[in-house]
Each structure stands twice: as C-alpha cells, then as structure tokens.
C-alpha cells in the first residue's frame, strides 16, 4: 500500500491524476505550515496564506489553485458526493507577491462536516496562458488543467470544519513529507 498522503488523502483520484512532484511547495497560514492532512479552523484560513515555490528558473511560470470539497463518507453511500469549488487564488502569470491573482480569495466556511482543501502548483506553459474559471461552484481542478494545458508539479492539502466542529472522518496525517 502507497504512503503517499496525497494518495492516502485521496487527493490523487478525486483532485488530480498521479503526477510527478518536480517543485517544492510550502504554504503557511499565520506562520503554520500546511502539512498534508493538518486540520485549520476557519479563523485560522481567514487570511491569504504565504505560498512558497522552489526553483530557480524564473522563465517557468505557475498556477496555484486552491479548491475545497466535503470528503467522501462511505463507499456506495447516497451522499458520497464529490463537488469542488474554487475557494482561493488562481494566479495566472507568476505565484507569488508578484502573481496575478485572476480569483479572488475566499476561505473555506464548512457550514457542517469535515472540507478537504487542496492547494495544487500547476506549472504553465507561458506567460498569460490562464484565464478566470466561469464559475467558482462544479469547479474541477483536473478540467481547468487540461483546458489551460497546466501540469501538476506539486501539492498539498489540509482539513477545515467549523469553528465548534468535532469528530467525522479524518485522513491520515503524515509528518514525514
């Protein structure tokens, strides 16, 4: 069995096809870093997160998008429904205080249950290649990649229920990657 958390969190099959990670990816909320699996409170996400993005070849140009969706219960339930939503910034030219942010971040709000929030690094394949997705809800992260012709070189994903929420399904949580 893979001890990929992205595998494990079912990022790769929901989110996005397995990938080959090339970029490193650190995201922090209020000086926490995103650890796959970690768990955030609203308040917690309220504000853009600091992303940071290795390498050194400024001719490569990148995506960050960042989705949320309820995690999936019980294999065969009636509610074992996957829909993503756009819930942060898209940039379309450069990730970064210097990208060009073409959706307007929003933080997650689960009103009820546990919200997996995936932040993906697509690289791309020039300067303003990517445009604003039409609408934030029945977004899918896969379809706007192909569309944009974007390929996954990182990711990394939390958990975020509301303010008093306890309890419900949780990921695997693996410190080590």
């Not at 939503?85 to 933080?107: K, L, N, W």
């Not at 997650?108 to 990517?130: K, W």
């Amino acid at each position: 069995m893979s001890r990929d958390p992205l595998i494990l969190g079912h990022v790769v099959g929901d989110v996005l096809d397995p990938f080959a990670r090339s970029v490193s990816l650190g995201v922090t909320y209020k000086n926490r870093l995103v650890i796959n699996g970690s768990e955030f409170k609203p308040s917690a996400v309220v504000d853009k997160p600091l992303v940071q993005v290795g390498g050194d070849d400024l001719r490569i140009f990148y995506t960050l998008v960042s989705s949320s969706s309820s995690h999936r219960l019980h294999p065969g339930s009636a509610s074992n429904t996957l829909r993503e939503s756009i819930g942060a910034r898209v940039f379309g030219s450069d990730v970064g205080d210097t990208g060009r942010e073409i959706v307007c971040y929003e933080c997650p709000r689960p009103a009820s249950g546990i919200h997996r929030v995936v932040l993906v690094l697509l690289r791309q394949i020039g300067r303003e290649t990517v445009f604003t997705p039409e609408m934030r809800h029945n977004f899918s992260t896969r379809r706007f990649a192909m569309e944009h012709y974007l390929v996954p070189v990182a990711a990394t994903y939390y958990n975020c229920q509301r303010e008093a929420g306890t309890g419900g399904r949780r990921f695997i949580r693996d410190d080590r990657c």
